[in-house]
């Protein structure tokens, strides 16, 4: 019998400009959290909020949650998360949606 190994979650996704809204681009090994039901077959979500990358800073500071974040020239932004820091992510994800759609 084998050894049950833990697999940690893992979020790496992108959230850029599509015309006049935003889009999250899922990366392919990306943790597909089942909250996240507007995602399509390819992980991506559309419409989302534009993101605001203070209150990202201040969401995950607050968590403590470690994370990585790369920020674009035009307000894009791509967000690395692990473990228990991956799970608070979808939070602020979730909401980022729920903007979205609004």
Do not use: C, H
Request: proline share 6%; no cysteine; glycine share 8%.
């Amino acid at each position: 019998m084998g050894m049950m190994v833990a697999k940690t979650p893992r979020i790496d996704v992108f959230i850029g400009r599509d015309g006049d809204a935003w889009r999250m681009y899922s990366a392919p090994n990306s943790w597909r959290t089942p909250f996240l039901l507007y995602m399509d077959d390819r992980g991506d979500v559309f419409p989302v909020g534009r993101p605001e990358v203070a209150d990202l800073d201040q969401f995950m500071w607050d968590t403590d949650s470690p994370f990585e974040r790369r920020s674009t020239a035009d307000g894009g932004i791509e967000i690395r998360a692990e473990g228990r820091s991956a799970v608070t992510l979808t939070v602020w994800l979730r909401e980022l949606i729920e903007r979205g759609r609004a």
